[in-house]
Nanobody, 123 residues
Framework: QVQLVEAGGGLVQTGGSLRLSCAAS????????LAWFRQAPGKEREFVSA????????YYADSVKGRFTISRDNAENTVYLQMNSLKPEDTAVYYC????????????????WGQGTQVTVSS
């Protein structure tokens, strides 16, 4: 089992920044991909960004490309999501997810999920 704990959400004005963190514990040697998804009220959960835990390759949704940056600290078993130039449409609950496979974009292929952290961007 892998446990994921997110932190760093909050309320920010349009154009502001937030940094989310996701600390992984347990059988972390099984992790191949760590990702961030988000879900806004009344909408489906959507892919935001992912990182290959070992090689460091990164992936982004078009809606956040150029504004968000995903990074990892293998020594601390932590993945970060730096979010800049935030927009009201970024408002959602952000979830960290871990997979033991090369999957990237599809939520159903992730085995472990955090509890989520709320990000609210005011206009």
């Amino acid at each position: 089992q892998v446990q994921l704990v997110e932190a760093g959400g909050g309320l920010v004005q349009t154009g502001g920044s937030l940094r989310l963190s996701c600390a992984a514990s347990g059988r972390t040697f099984n992790i191949y991909t760590l990702a961030w998804f988000r879900q806004a009220p009344g909408k489906e959960r959507e892919f935001v960004s992912a990182i290959n835990w070992r090689g460091g390759s990164t992936y982004y949704a078009d809606s956040v490309k150029g504004r968000f940056t995903i990074s990892r600290d293998n020594a601390e078993n932590t993945v970060y999501l730096q979010m800049n130039s935030l927009k009201p449409e970024d408002t959602a609950v952000y979830y960290c997810a871990a997979s033991g496979s090369t999957t990237v974009y599809y939520s159903y292929e992730y085995d472990f999920w955090g509890q989520g952290t709320q990000v609210t961007v005011s206009s």
